[in-house]
């Protein structure tokens, strides 16, 4: 049964900016986006549960380079990207994310 791919508005923007970095990547990317729906533990992707501040979150990868950070709701056959780029971007993110929830 293929999953649902379900887009955020922020998603959206971080990814047209990241395609717009790098237009180089737009085929894998939407290769990535296709197996992600289609089978989200398909080996190419390299599917793997985050630690510490983005503990809860999964991560897929586009290439060596670039990959996917995600929320993975396996009941509901639904997967919710959480924002695209290489390590650093997904550090950065791991950073407002705990600002976030340090200040409530």
Do not use: C, W
Request: proline share 5%; no cysteine; hydrophobic share 40%.
């Amino acid at each position: 049964m293929p999953y649902q791919l379900v887009f955020t508005d922020d998603y959206m923007r971080r990814a047209l900016r990241f395609l717009k970095r790098h237009p180089e990547l737009k085929a894998q990317y939407a290769k990535t986006l296709a197996l992600l729906e289609a089978n989200p533990h398909h080996p190419s992707l390299r599917l793997h549960a985050l630690s510490g501040r983005l503990a809860g979150l999964h991560s897929v990868s586009i290439n060596l380079s670039y990959r996917i950070t995600l929320e993975l709701l396996i009941r509901d056959q639904q997967v919710i990207p959480i924002n695209v780029g290489d390590h650093d971007t997904h550090r950065s993110v791991s950073s407002r994310i705990a600002a976030l929830t340090d200040s409530s």
